[in-house]
């Protein structure tokens, strides 16, 4: 649970931009978009796999 202690003449929108800075570390809603659906550790590799090989054709063209 996230604890956000609001200081003194401290304006609510400064203590809620420090809960959403916080929260945005926690990696909560990260981890709940991931966990929506199943992904087989097979298809997870692939997909690595095929971003890399697309990664490294962008570098490849980027160093010409």
């Known amino acids: ?5 609001v200081k003194e003449n401290e304006s609510i929108d400064k203590a ?3 809960f959403k ?3 945005e570390k926690t990696g909560v809603l ?3 978009r991931k966990r929506q659906a ?5 298809v ?3 997909n ?11 570098r490849s ?4």
Request: charged share 30%.
């Open 21 to 23: 800075k916080k929260f």
């Open 1 to 5: 649970m996230l604890i956000i202690n």
């Open 61 to 64: 063209n980027e160093e010409m």
């Open 30 to 32: 990260r981890q709940l």
């Open 38 to 42: 199943f992904e087989k550790p097979s």
């Open 16 to 18: 809620l931009k420090r």
């Open 44 to 46: 997870a590799r692939r």
């Open 48 to 58: 690595e796999v095929i971003h890399a090989t697309y990664v490294g054709h962008l």
